[in-house]
T-cell receptor, first 115, second 112 residues
Framework: KAGVTQTPRYLIKTRGQQVTLSCSPI?????VSWYQQTPGQGLQFLFE???????NKGNFPGRFSGRQFSNSRSEMNVSTLELGDSALYLC??????????????FGNGTRLTVT | GENVEQHPSTLSVQEGDSAVIKCTYS??????FPWYKQELGKGPQLIID?????GEKKDQRIAVTLNKTAKHFSLHITETQPEDSAVYFC???????????FGSGTRLQVQP
């Protein structure tokens, strides 16, 4: 069974631009979560989607948004990019609806560099 | 909110030795504690997890222990091998609070 697929693997953008990242969950998984990973802040939760609805959101500004489609694929968007948005963005999927103890399976991430 | 502290930040062991990584959490409502291994250029991979109704869980060379009273859980790797070299993260979450709170990571280096 294929794992979580994230595209693209690498992105380079300039300040002020916007970017869209894509995630395809493991087949049959309906929950998708997004995390940001940086050397300074570690792994931080962005948001989680289930059945096309955002179920949980972390402490990130409104420039960070996401959505989920009927096939469970998800996208996240960052508008008005700042240098501090440079990070590895990780998508994770799980089989169960959000409940706190369902194992998360991560993709290999999208490395975003903002110059 | 939940806060997870992880120690040590780096750990170097000789091949065949054991490695122990420790984490503490702050929210007594947390009841799910996974451990992830992240290799260079890859996403975190779930290696073992434990729920609050269990004190210890083993999977071959890997074991996790949980002390709910002390709000402390640990990862034990026995007979370490060079391929165990990676960054390991602990995490915690609770029912109704879906998001995992991660520790800061431990870089494990197994010297051949």
């Amino acid at each position: 069974k294929a794992g979580v697929t994230q595209t693209p693997r690498y992105l380079i953008k300039t300040r002020g631009q916007q970017v869209t990242l894509s995630c395809s969950p493991i087949s049959g998984h309906r929950s998708v979560s997004w995390y940001q990973q940086t050397p300074g802040q570690g792994l931080q939760f962005l948001f989680e989607y289930f059945s096309e609805t955002q179920r949980n959101k972390g402490n990130f500004p409104g420039r960070f948004s996401g959505r989920q489609f009927s096939n469970s694929r998800s996208e996240m968007n960052v508008s008005t990019l700042e240098l501090g948005d440079s990070a590895l963005y990780l998508c994770a999927s799980s089989l169960d609806p959000p409940r706190g103890d369902s194992p998360l399976h991560f993709g290999n991430g999208t490395r975003l560099t903002v110059t | 909110g939940e806060n997870v502290e992880q120690h040590p930040s780096t750990l170097s062991v000789q091949e065949g030795d054991s490695a122990v990584i420790k984490c503490t959490y702050s929210d007594s409502a947390s009841n799910y504690f996974p451990w992830y291994k992240q290799e260079l250029g890859k996403g975190p991979q779930l290696i073992i997890d434990i729920r609050s109704n269990v004190g210890e869980k083993k999977d071959q060379r890997i074991a996790v222990t949980l002390n709910k009273t002390a709000k402390h859980f640990s990862l034990h790797i026995t007979e370490t091998q060079p391929e165990d070299s990676a960054v390991y993260f602990c995490a915690a979450s609770g029912t109704g609070r879906r998001a995992l709170t991660f520790g800061s990571g431990t870089r494990l280096q197994v010297q051949p």
